[in-house]
């Protein structure tokens, strides 16, 4: 069974650094075809994709946000993080880590999510 | 960016009841075409994927077509757990659609 947990701080403040992990379990990461991504969920709102990480470290992000996010991924311990500096209000938000798979980058399905972890950006 | 335009953005149903929602790209999909489900306070789940493919565990109830800029996800017969909001998706640098909340007439 395929789990994928978030973990982090609940709240930030304004123009701090939001860092966010996700732990994998039941599946690695290093699995050819699977792209580990985070997709958040403004409050009462619809979902936006924030980008992925494959296991060999390549990124891919939403050229909304690619001027502000970074990701990595730790393969021993079978993980991979975002870190989204100068937040807002406007990042607040449950943010999922998810697992994306498919024949190539850009054909593919979110197929396994983590419960959400919300975060709230306020001094 | 593709832009994913849901309709109808709620609507009413009753159980046993054919519901289709429909999906519109602002231009044509070259990646693949999915469709989640999410209950209140949960996490999206996966339906259907590459416009047609049902995912395993996913009742036959639930289905998808479409092509090019157009598609649609039908469930033939509503069923009690299946009140929720949908959400289709694109997988190009994906984009979601707005959802459509489907409640209980």
């Known amino acids: 069974q395929v789990q994928l947990q978030e973990s982090g701080p609940g709240l930030v403040k304004p123009s701090q650094t939001l860092s966010l992990t996700c732990t994998v379990s039941?599946?690695?990461?290093?699995?050819?075809?699977?792209?580990w991504n985070w997709i958040r969920q403004h409050p009462g709102k619809g979902l936006e994709w924030i980008g992925y990480?494959?296991?060999?470290?390549?990124?891919y992000y939403n050229p909304s946000l690619k001027s502000r996010v970074s990701m990595s991924v730790d393969t021993s311990r079978n993980r991979f993080s975002l870190r989204l500096p100068s937040v807002t209000a406007a990042d607040t938000a449950v943010y999922y880590c998810?697992?994306?798979?498919?024949?190539?980058?850009?054909?593919?399905?979110?197929?396994?999510w983590g419960q959400g972890t919300p975060v709230t950006v306020s001094s | 960016d593709i832009q994913m335009t849901q309709s109808p953005s709620s609507l009413s149903a009753s159980v046993g009841d054919r519901v289709t929602i429909t999906c519109r790209a602002s231009?044509?999909?070259?990646?693949?075409l999915n469709w989640y489900q999410q209950q209140p306070g949960k996490a999206p789940k996966l339906l259907i994927y590459?416009?047609?493919t049902l995912q395993s565990g996913v009742p036959s109830r639930f289905s998808g077509s479409g092509s090019g800029t157009d598609f649609s996800l039908t469930i033939s017969s509503l069923q009690p757990e299946d009140f929720a909001t949908y959400y289709c998706?694109?997988?190009?640098?994906?984009?979601f659609g707005q959802g459509t909340k489907v409640e209980i007439k």
């Open positions: 231009q044509s999909i070259t990646g693949y």
């Open positions: 039941g599946a690695s990461i290093i699995t050819g075809g699977d792209y």
């Open positions: 590459a416009t047609s």
């Open positions: 998706q694109q997988s190009y640098s994906p984009t």
């Open positions: 990480i494959y296991y060999n470290g390549d990124t």
């Open positions: 998810v697992r994306a798979r498919g024949p190539t980058p850009l054909k593919y399905y979110f197929d396994y």
